[in-house]
């Protein structure tokens, strides 16, 4: 079982973000910068591009709309979309708020208070729930 079906389940803690029926969302413990968030899909998946292709278009569609909301919440110049999973093997994708080039990095992190992590996440889930 995945790091993220756990957080999915609610046995690891999150900074939640989204949800749907098959997808969720929530902050990045180790962000690239503020509101780094990834979108997965519940039904554990290792590599993206096996997934069925519904479902592969259905989290595109989910991650887009997360994307909408964080940009709304998150000072930022865009919000860049990234995908990797060579540390967890879950499928994920990352949406990173840029400020600039150097946020596309995953070198680069920044340090956020449980306080900044929990104030993003609800603002965000709030606007996402407002669409
Ligand atoms: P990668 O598999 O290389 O795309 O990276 C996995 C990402 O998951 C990294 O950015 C980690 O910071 C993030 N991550 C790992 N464990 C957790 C966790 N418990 N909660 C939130 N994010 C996590």
Redo the contacts with the bound molecule.
């Keep these: 079982m995945s ?2 079906t ?2 999915i389940s609610g046995e ?4 939640k973000i989204a949800e749907n029926d098959e997808f969720f969302a ?7 910068a503020p509101g ?1 968030t ?1 979108c997965v899909p519940k039904v554990e998946e290792n590599k993206i591009f096996d997934l069925e292709a519904g479902v592969y278009g259905r989290l595109m569609e989910f991650s887009r709309k997360v994307a909408i909301a964080l940009e709304k919440e998150v000072t930022c110049k865009r919000v860049g979309m ?9 499928v ?1 994708v ?1 949406l990173i708020p840029l400020r600039d080039m150097e946020d596309m990095r ?1 070198i680069n992190k920044v340090s956020l208070s449980k306080e900044e992590m929990s104030d993003i996440s609800t603002r965000v889930h709030t606007r996402f729930l407002l669409g």
């Design positions: 790091v993220f756990k957080i690891i803690p999150s900074y929530f902050l990045d413990i180790n962000p690239n780094h990834l990234a995908v990797v999973g060579l540390e967890v093997p879950h994920h990352h995953f």
